[in-house]
């Protein structure tokens, strides 16, 4: 007696919806979703040309906010930061093709066109830096939630930046994603760019 086969294939087809309807997850939100973090601003790039936010819009944007010639942290956040980048973008090209790395210099002093280039080359081809005058890197600081202050001379006439070492992931309209975690490594940064750009 012959029986139908869709009788068996059924049960099967409808078990396999329901068992992947179950384990749906709700899509996690981005730890920055919501805050109130970043905005355009217009500065002045490595090449001397204006650089704003807004160039690039419908680009996912890395940004850290340093100097050239600090002589420890932002090397090594940015080292991490860039090599992170460059993981997600040997394995994901389409997808690293769409973030857009920058480097806000807050020594304009010292941070000339030159020096900026010299340090964006060393860890990124894509990496842009800028600055600008004191008071609207301040104020672009202040956007992105965070501050510096210049520490004290020496005798020699050098003198450190004191800042905080975020590294932020924002979204193609702009939006705050995620802080980058350099202080985990390349692996841990190219895993956050890969749980965020999409």
């Known amino acids: 007696m012959n029986q139908p086969v869709m009788s068996y294939k059924f049960p099967a087809v409808l078990a396999a919806l329901l068992l992947t309807a ?6 996690e939100e981005p ?3 919501g805050a109130a973090l970043g905005g355009d601003f217009t500065l002045t ?30 090397p090594t956040d940015v080292q991490r930061a ?32 030159e020096v900026l280039t010299e340090f964006t080359d060393a860890f990124h081809p894509r990496l842009i830096g800028m600055t600008g005058d004191v008071e609207t890197l301040k104020e672009v600081a202040k956007t992105f939630a965070t ?28 939006e705050p994603i ?5 202080d985990q490594g390349p692996e841990a940064v190219q895993a956050e760019l890969a749980k965020w750009v999409r």
Not at 22 to 27: D, G, K, L, T
Not at 82 to 98: H, I
Not at 154 to 170: C, D, Q, R, S
């Open 22 to 27: 179950c384990n749906a997850q709700p899509a």
């Open 31 to 33: 730890p920055l979703a």
């Open 45 to 74: 790039g490595e090449d001397g040309t204006p650089v704003s936010w807004n160039d690039f819009d419908g680009q996912y944007r890395i940004i850290y906010f340093g100097y050239a010639f600090c002589p420890d942290i932002c």
């Open 82 to 113: 860039m090599a992170g980048l460059k993981r997600f973008e040997a394995d994901q090209p389409e997808l690293g093709a769409r973030i857009q790395p920058l480097f806000v210099s807050v020594d304009p002093e010292r941070d000339t066109p």
């Open 147 to 174: 501050t510096f202050s210049r520490g004290e001379t020496t005798e020699g006439g050098g003198y450190l930046m004191n800042h905080y070492g975020y590294t932020y992931l924002f979204g193609p309209e702009g």
């Open 178 to 182: 995620a802080m980058l975690p350099t």
